[in-house]
């Protein structure tokens, strides 16, 4: 089954760039889609189709993917990024949907 | 605005079958074309989707269901548009599906993320 592997987490200083990659075997291939979710809440769509932003979500994130690696991107952060994220596809060969495994952002 | 809302038992017995209902308001579950699907979360864990099932009203393969393989031969999802619902059941549970179990939406391609999400319910199986 396909497997997307996200680092466990990830520590950055308010005002920084956090960059949270999410690996999987010939990913650019495939959309990519990022959730945030804070404590206790449900998972927010953040980015999808590998760098477009949904309404409502701030211009400091963004997205990439190449070369095995897909990133989110959230430039000048904030106390109020602090949370997991998650990387999503659909995996075509097997027609089953896939989550990372999760970073936790911590805003120093 | 599509709200999604779980509701069902929080205590589940070992060995017995967990079922789970998604209220859907705001919108016809009938009218579109959509996937509505269940994600799951165990305790300090990541997110495992346990499956979908699609429905438009035009199709003859409305109602058709995918399912995660690690949870298929225990699974089933249904879907009720009379009372625009949709259902989760799974059977034989053990500790191991002790989890915060969310309803789920997304669009008629497969490739669309999951746009709207239930707050989620927590189900813990144990005697």
């Known amino acids: 089954s396909y497997v997307l592997t996200q680092p466990l987490s990830l520590s950055v200083a308010p005002g920084e760039t956090a960059r949270l990659p999410c690996g999987g075997n010939?990913?650019?291939?495939?959309?990519v889609h990022w959730y945030q979710q804070k404590p206790g809440q449900a998972p927010v769509v953040v980015i999808t189709?590998?760098?477009d932003r949904p309404p409502g979500i701030p211009e400091r994130f963004s997205g990439s993917n190449s070369d095995n690696t897909a990133t989110l991107t959230i430039s000048r952060v904030e106390a109020g990024d602090e949370a997991d994220y998650y990387c999503?596809?659909?995996?075509?060969?097997?027609?089953?949907?896939?989550f990372g495994t999760g970073t936790k952002v911590t805003v120093l | 605005q599509l709200h999604l809302q779980e509701s069902g038992p929080g205590l589940v017995k070992p060995s017995e079958t967990l079922s789970l209902t998604c209220t859907v308001s705001?919108?016809?579950?009938?009218?579109?074309?959509?996937?509505w699907d269940w994600v799951r979360q165990s305790p300090g864990k990541g997110l495992e989707w346990i499956g979908n099932?699609?429905?438009?009203?035009?199709?003859?393969?409305?109602?058709?269901?995918n399912y995660n393989p690690s949870l298929k031969s225990r699974v089933t999802i249904s879907i009720d548009t009379s009372k625009n619902q949709f259902s989760l059941k799974l059977n034989s549970v053990t500790a191991a599906d002790t989890a915060l179990y969310y309803c789920?939406?997304?669009?008629?391609?497969?490739?669309?993320?999951?746009?709207?999400w239930g707050q989620g319910t927590l189900v813990t199986v144990s005697s």
């Open positions: 789920a939406r997304h669009d008629e391609d497969r490739n669309d993320p999951f746009d709207y």
């Open positions: 705001g919108a016809s579950i009938s009218s579109g074309v959509h996937y």
């Open positions: 099932i699609y429905y438009s009203g035009n199709t003859s393969y409305s109602g058709t269901t």
């Open positions: 010939n990913i650019e291939g495939k959309s």
């Open positions: 189709y590998d760098d």
């Open positions: 999503q596809v659909w995996d075509d060969g097997s027609d089953h949907y896939v």
